[in-house]
Structures are given as structure tokens and as C-alpha cells.
């Protein structure tokens, strides 16, 4: 445990317990950017034909694909019931395909189709296009990214710990 974490693990409730204004609400800037990341994502998605779930769903798939639906749940952090009508509008758009694993038919494989792969190439653009929104520089985005995921893990640590003691 770093002294930086040692210190972090140290700060009590009692410690944030003024900190009542929406502006200084971490969780409001978190789901205030997020709010704003989507939405400037949708006009350079819909000439995709893709919402941004779906859009974050197939990217998942063009790294491992055929992935189980738990797997794939697992990657975006979505449960099953979350995640199965998001993959059959996917399936009715001709995008992928689901089937039952031959090895086991309680997992279902999902993988994209011809369609989904060609894709692939429309959706290269994605992720410069929208560099082009952001207002920080590569070394920033850099560096939040890691902040953020290293965040990600400690509230999904949290949240199964949560989850173990219901």
C-alpha cells in the first residue's frame, strides 16, 4: 500500500461532511461529464446506426469476439438484463450474431457479423473525431484515463464487497 493510499484510506465521512453543494459533488461531476460525453458522441455515431451503449458493445466485440454474454457484461460493466435487449437490437440490425456455446448450452456466444466487422472500418474515425471536442491535451487524457480507471476499480471492488455483505 502506497503512502498515498495509506493517507486516502485514512480520510473519514466526518471529513466531507460540509461538502453539501451540488458543485462539489464528485458524483455530479462524474455524471454531469458523462451526460455530456454521450451526447457528443450521438452525431458521430447515427451515421453508424449506433447508440453510444451499442457503439461501446461492438467495440468490445471487435477486440474478443465470440465472447459469452457474461463476458461481454463483464467488459462494459453491465448486468444480463441490461445487456440482452441492447444485444437483440444489435442482432435485429444484422450487426451480430448470438448463439448457444457448443461446449455448453447455458453460455451464449456473441460474435459480429460481416456487417458488424465492415463496421468496424465506418467507426475507425470515432475516437479522433472526438479528441477533437475534449479540452485537455493527449497527456491529460492520459493521465484521466488512468485516474478514472483506477477509480472504476476501487468502486467495483466496493460495490462486490457491498454486494457480499447484503
Known amino acids: 500500500m502506497t503512502t498515498e493510499t495509506t493517507t486516502r484510506s485514512k480520510q473519514t465521512p466526518a471529513q ?4 453539501v453543494k ?10 454531469s461529464a458523462s451526460g455530456l460525453m454521450t451526447r457528443l458522441y450521438r452525431p458521430l455515431l ?28 463483464e467488459a462494459l ?5 441490461t445487456l440482452t435487449p441492447l444485444l437483440k437490437r444489435l442482432e435485429a440490425g444484422g450487426l451480430v450474431t448470438r448463439r448457444r456455446d457448443p461446449a455448453d448450452e447455458r453460455r451464449v456466444l456473441v460474435e459480429p457479423t460481416a456487417k458488424g466487422q465492415a463496421l468496424r472500418e465506418q467507426a475507425r474515425s470515432v475516437p479522433a473525431a472526438m479528441l477533437c471536442n475534449l479540452p485537455l491535451d493527449a497527456d491529460e487524457l492520459k493521465s484521466l484515463h488512468h485516474t478514472l480507471t483506477r477509480f472504476v476499480s476501487g468502486l467495483r471492488k466496493a460495490d462486490a ?3 457480499n455483505r447484503d
Do not use: N
Not at 460493466?77 to 438484463?81: E, K, P, Q, T
Open 77 to 81: 460493466g453491465l448486468d444480463s438484463a
Open 161 to 163: 464487497g457491498r454486494a
Open 46 to 73: 447515427d451515421p453508424l446506426g449506433l447508440t453510444y451503449p451499442q457503439y461501446l458493445a461492438m467495440l468490445a466485440l471487435w477486440e474478443r469476439a465470440p465472447s459469452t454474454v457474461g463476458e461481454l457484461g
Open 16 to 19: 466531507f461532511a460540509g461538502v
Open 22 to 31: 451540488l458543485d462539489q459533488q464528485l458524483c455530479f461531476a462524474l455524471y
